[in-house]
């Protein structure tokens, strides 16, 4: 083939490749098929079947069938790919491709066939070998997040301490591909209860990928959060805060609200112990708009955040504002998938004792006798209690005894004695009948 | 072309930002998800206008920060070495400092010359000061709280490289 004509071909070739992603990108998904299809056709035929841009094409077409959730056809074009780089000898450039296969078969749920594909990599590079130092790292560290992923983390610790291993013994060390190996050996270490070493390593790790300089990435985010939990757990509140901080602005920037929104909620227990209530409502009025983004309202994942709310708003007895958190929670429970009758229960509850306190007394009654109608003997003792605390308001004090009474009666039934409601009852008990 | 107040003014409406207007400045705030101002607010005060006739629009959020003046000098540098780690990673906003009152604030020009300010540009301008607080909200409070200057990169990468060799060295002597 004449050098013009190659250059010409080549040109083709991109011009293909380039309209295929153009279509991919307008969503023309058919479209972007046949000019991916006809790209492969055409290096075959004008550059080789063993060339650098047939290789080329069998990787954008796996990434466009990996898009397309369709496995056979990812597989296929990827071990076409494979062949063509054993066909070269490159070690490297093999085992490069041997991660992507194993890669497709973690994200089908074969994690047999990707095990085996990584152990295949692994076997493949030389520890010695300095060109195939990096490839070796990188096969590891994804090895290890896949053992992670499995919750194999036992199993995943050797193998990332290998990737470390070699990270130390390199002529300079590669601290990129050390921190994200750091990091993935924290979340092993996390999950197997050493959170002492997690916190060695990450403490140095997180710095480096948490750089402004860095791209952010789910692992990043993660084990921020996971450190800046950590330091909240052992009451290091102020560097729990400067984490999540951290945390707060890489969710911020991943657009993914699921995380955003839990260490939202995590930053605003720990605003808490700061005492700075005033911020830890901010952040939860933020992490419920950010969940509401993904979830419906009755997901628990809602649910939850809006009791951490709660949590705050009723022991400052900010009850009218509590109230409209609450009637939006119970509201939610009326959705036909929503089946935790105890949630509802409580939520029902809930309100009924702060609409008690807003003396909005048969809105009151309403709410706890509904939840009355699904409760069992053990959880109905709450709501029979707020029923004695709305007579006991509404100054009627012999209905009041008469269901303090029969709520204290379950309570030491099922709870051990000095529980605090029993205790509040049986002080109330003693005031209505003094 | 250049601009002036009115058309900034009209290009905010424009784009349904809030706003004062107050003699020769247009006063905005944004809310930010880390950055808190000397009250604890998740807002970032800004003051829009035209300067050199029209030829450059400023926009400012003034008193991001306050280091009174009369600190210890170790603290004065580890935020001035802040402040020149920030700019010297920003493209277009800086940090500035008047040493005389201790006002820290960030500053965005746009020169327009005799070009027409558009709504991109200037909404560009505007968001991009939040996101700049946003993002240095943590260096800046540790070295105006600590006196811990920001590292760079290069300085991160060092720590944790001598960190994971001496773990290694650990490890094999085990």
Known sequence: MSKSSKEHHLAEFKDRLACAQKHRDTNEMELARAEYVQALTFAEKHLGPYSPEVDQACYRLANFYAALREPREELAVLERRLRIRQGNGDVTEIVDALQDIALCHASYDRPTEAEEVYQEAIALCEETDEKHQPVLRATLLYFGDFLNEQDRHANAVPVLERGLRLCARSKSYPSISGSRLAANLAVALFALKRPAEAVALLEQALPVLAHRSQPTTTITRRMLYALATEYRKQKRYADAERWYGEAIYHASLSNSSRDNAFILDAAADNDLKLGRAERAERRLQKAIKQILRIRDAHHEDVLGIRQSLLNLLIPAERYAEAETVLTEMVQATDHPDFSDDRGRERFLNNLGFVQVHLEEFPKAEANIRRGLETADEENSAYLIKNLGLMFQKKGYTAEAICEYEKALTIFEKHFEPDHKVAVFIREALKELKG | ?174
């Not at chain 2, 760079?152 to 773990?167: G, K, Q």
């Open chain 2, 1 to 174: 072309m250049s601009t002036t107040l009115d058309e900034i003014c009209s290009l905010l409406d424009s784009a349904k930002i809030r706003y004062g207007r107050r003699e020769d400045r247009i006063r905005t705030g944004f809310e930010t998800d880390l950055y808190e101002d000397h009250e604890g607010d998740n807002c970032l005060h800004m003051a829009i206008w035209p300067e050199d006739d029209g030829e450059t629009l400023r926009v400012q959020a003034y008193g991001t920060y306050l280091l009174p003046p009369a600190q210890f000098p170790e603290k004065l540098a580890a935020v001035q070495r802040t402040l020149n780690q920030i700019n010297w990673e920003t493209k277009t906003a800086h940090f500035e400092m008047d040493i005389q009152d201790g006002e820290i604030r960030i500053s965005v020009d746009i020169p327009l010359e005799d070009a027409k300010l558009t709504e991109r540009q200037l909404m560009r301008a505007v968001k991009m000061l939040p996101d700049l607080a946003d993002r240095c909200h943590s260096a800046m409070r540790q070295a105006l709280d600590d006196g811990i200057p920001l590292a760079t990169h290069e300085e991160l990468c060092l720590r944790f490289d001598t960190f994971m060799i001496e773990r290694d060295k650990g490890l094999g002597e085990r």
